[in-house]
C-alpha cells in the first residue's frame, strides 16, 4: 500500500548529540514536510521541499538540517543546536497544492 | 499572515449525537482547506480536502463546508459513535511562493457511550 513510513517510533537523545529520523514515501509526491507537534500548539513547519536536491526553512529551522537527496526520502536530522527537540515529528507529502498525508509520528525525548 | 482557529478546544457529546465542529481562518485568499483526525500518540490522518471553488465535502457520516468569504469551515458528524473519539485538526493552505498550511490547534472529541 502507498504511504509515508518514519521510523523510528521513539528516539531518545543525549545531550550534545545528533539524532536522524527517517522519512520515506512511496505516493511519488514532490513535496515532502517535516512538522513539529508540540502540547497545546499547533503544528509548526520545520522544513519543506518541493523538489529532489532543493528544500527551504520552514518557521522553526534553527537547530535542524535536513536533506533531498532521492524523491523518496525526506530524513530530518536534530542537532545539538537545538536546545528544546523533546516533540513529537510528523512528515508529510503532498503533489503540489493537494491533499496532505502524513506519517505515523516519531516521538523524540531528551534523557 | 493565516491564522486557524478551533473553537471549542474539548468536546464530549453522548453517542449517536449529530455534532459540529468549527474552524475559522483569517485570510480568506486559500486555496483548500483540510479536516484532519488525530488519534493520541499517532499521525494525522486526512478525513476531507474542500477546494476553494467547492463549498462543501462529504464521506459517510462526515460532511464539510467551507464559507470562504466569512472565513468558516465546520466538519459535521453524524450519529457519533465512541470510536470517533480523537482530536479534530483543520489547515488551510494558501499560496505564498510554495505550500503555506496554516493547523488549527484542534477540538478533542469525547463520544461517550
Known amino acids: 500500500d502507498g504511504g509515508i513510513t518514519q521510523s523510528p517510533k521513539y528516539l531518545f537523545r543525549k545531550e550534545g548529540q545528533n539524532v536522524t529520523l527517517s522519512c520515506e514515501q512511496n505516493?511519488?509526491?514532490?513535496?515532502m514536510y517535516w512538522y513539529r507537534q508540540d502540547p497545546g500548539q499547533g503544528l509548526r513547519l520545520i522544513y519543506y521541499s518541493q523538489i529532489v536536491n532543493d528544500f527551504q526553512k520552514g518557521d522553526i529551522a534553527e537547530g535542524y538540517s535536513v536533506s533531498r537527496e532521492k524523491k523518496e526520502s525526506f530524513p530530518l536530522t536534530v542537532t545539538s543546536a537545538q536546545k528544546n527537540p523533546t516533540a513529537f515529528y510528523l512528515c508529510a507529502s503532498s503533489i503540489f497544492f493537494g491533499e496532505l498525508f502524513f506519517g505515523e509520528g516519531s516521538r523524540l525525548t531528551v534523557l | 499572515k493565516q491564522e486557524v482557529t478551533q473553537i471549542p478546544a474539548a468536546l464530549s457529546v453522548p453517542e449517536g449525537e449529530n455534532l459540529v465542529l468549527n474552524c475559522s481562518f483569517t485570510d480568506s485568499a486559500i486555496y483548500n482547506l483540510q479536516w484532519f483526525r488525530q488519534d493520541p500518540g499517532k499521525g494525522l490522518t486526512s478525513l476531507l480536502l474542500i477546494q476553494s471553488s467547492q463549498r462543501e465535502q462529504t464521506s459517510g457520516r462526515l460532511n464539510a463546508s467551507l464559507d470562504k468569504s466569512s472565513g468558516r469551515s465546520t466538519l459535521y458528524i453524524a450519529a457519533s459513535q465512541p470510536g470517533d473519539s480523537a482530536t479534530y485538526l483543520c489547515?488551510?493552505?494558501?499560496?505564498?511562493?510554495?505550500?503555506?498550511?496554516?493547523f488549527g490547534t484542534g477540538t478533542k472529541l469525547q463520544v461517550i457511550p
Open positions: 489547515a488551510a493552505l494558501n499560496s505564498g511562493g510554495y505550500q503555506k498550511v496554516t
Open positions: 505516493l511519488n509526491h514532490d513535496a
